[in-house]
């Protein structure tokens, strides 16, 4: 049974950083593509970040510069590192494993002041 589980949402400044963390199970982990998305209130889900077996990663426009992407694939986990963040970052961020294709619960992320 696949199982991503989301953490590290919060509240934050505008400004300010939020790591966000994605524990996978279930799943050959070291040679999944494993993603992040977002779905902001009244909007569709949309793409963020994406990261290959290899270490290759893509991001949206909207986030490039600003936010990472990382693997630790001892520990089954893919992160999203988020700086800079601004009232716009605000969504529930999902992550995302893509063999098989599967999603987690969602953690919210609040910029605010």
């Known amino acids: 049974q696949v199982q991503l589980v989301e953490s590290g949402g919060g509240l934050v400044q505008p400004g300010g950083s939020l790591r966000l963390s994605c524990a996978a199970s279930g799943i050959i982990f070291s040679s999944n593509v494993m993603g992040w998305y977002r779905q902001a209130p009244g909007k569709q889900r949309e793409f963020v970040a994406i990261?290959?077996?290899?270490?290759?990663?893509n991001y949206a426009d909207s986030v490039k510069g600003r936010f990472t992407i990382s693997r630790d694939n001892a520990k089954n986990t893919v992160y999203l590192q988020m700086n800079s963040l601004i009232p716009e970052d605000t969504a529930v961020y999902y992550c995302?494993?893509?063999?098989?294709?599967?999603w987690g619960q969602g953690t919210q992320v609040t910029v605010s002041s």
């Open positions: 995302r494993s893509y063999s098989p294709r599967n």
């Open positions: 990261i290959l077996s290899d270490g290759t990663t």
